[in-house]
């Protein structure tokens, strides 16, 4: 069974930082592309980055460009997302996915505030 574990989310003030980690287990991690998403409240769930299966390769959507940073461990099994300059509109529960036999598979989410 797939599993996909986020953790690291909490309070922050704007201008901080916080590094986001997901465990994964069930599947070959080191041949799956990895994402992170977030849901704001109130807002569809947005697909923020994305990383190749070995790590080589990000992309980023416009609004964490430059101030997040994704990266993955395919010994640990573990994805991560360092998040710098958090602002307000930062504020959402995040996750981890993987596109896996054309399903996709979803952690429990961990969430990120960011207020003074």
């Known amino acids: 069974q797939i599993q996909l574990v986020e953790s690291g989310g909490g309070l922050v003030q704007p201008g901080g930082s916080l590094n986001l980690s997901c465990a994964a287990s069930?599947?070959?991690?080191?041949?799956?592309?990895m994402f992170w998403y977030r849901q704001a409240p109130g807002k569809e769930r947005d697909l923020i980055a994305a990383?190749?299966?070995?790590?080589?390769?990000?992309t980023y959507e416009d609004p964490v460009k430059g101030r997040f940073t994704m990266s993955r461990d395919n010994v640990k099994n573990t994805v991560y997302l360092q998040m710098n300059r958090l602002e307000a509109e930062d504020t959402a529960v995040y996750y981890c996915?993987?596109?896996?036999?054309?399903?996709?598979?979803w952690g429990q989410g961990t969430q990120v505030t960011v207020s003074s």
């Open positions: 996915n993987v596109h896996y036999f054309r399903k996709n598979y």
């Open positions: 069930g599947f070959a991690f080191n041949r799956y592309p």
């Open positions: 990383i190749t299966s070995d790590g080589s390769s990000t």
